[in-house]
């Protein structure tokens, strides 16, 4: 009895990891709909973009591996965008909009970044909560690929590639 007991607490340990890969498998079955509001006020939803990968950075200016990876994500972005890569950089809620708009003039930054006032774009992308995080997405609007941390660009590249030659055979 006393042995049996003891394996329970197994079964909770267990069930967290496959909730979590559940909720990432139905994520890939349906495209993420989401409304970004530019620094410039503008709009611009998923939507609209369909038809064309789109990575997503989420960010803030208060974490210092985000700032660091700007530079090579704004390189990224211009090896990639001709070939019809779209990009949005999404900083997070509790980053005030004129930090926000310096951080983008002072790291001259090529791609649109998005405010998400209310956390509605975080919550669209399953709440996300630490950062960095990038999600790739295909062109139907389906996550691709999600990284949460320093960026491995490689595998990056592999993902944008794959989608890039799905796309063309088509």
């Known amino acids: 009895m006393m042995r ?5 607490w197994i079964v909770p340990l267990l069930l967290v990891p496959l909730a979590a890969g559940l909720a990432a498998w139905r994520a890939h079955l349906q495209p ?8 410039d006020s503008q ?11 789109v990575l997503i950075s989420f960010w803030a200016t208060t974490c210092r591996p985000c700032l660091n990876e700007i530079p090579a994500l704004s390189a990224f972005y211009r090896r990639w965008h001709p070939q019809g890569m779209d990009m949005i950089a999404v900083a997070m809620p509790y980053d005030p909009p004129w930090s926000v708009a310096d951080v983008q ?6 791609y649109p970044v998005a405010l998400d006032f209310n956390g509605a ?9 630490l950062i960095p995080t990038t999600v790739l997405l295909g062109p139907d609007g389906r996550e691709r690929w999600r ?3 320093t960026l491995d660009f490689a595998r990056l590249r592999a993902s944008m590639r794959a989608i890039l030659k799905e ?4």
């Open 32 to 39: 993420v709909e989401a409304r970004f509001t530019l620094l």
């Open 105 to 110: 003039q002072r790291l001259h930054i090529p």
């Open 147 to 149: 990284h949460t941390g």
């Open 121 to 129: 774009v975080i919550h669209a992308f399953g709440d996300i909560t």
């Open 43 to 53: 709009h611009v939803t998923l939507q609209s973009l369909r038809g064309h990968p």
């Open 167 to 170: 796309n063309q055979n088509d």
């Open 4 to 8: 049996l007991r003891k394996r329970w």
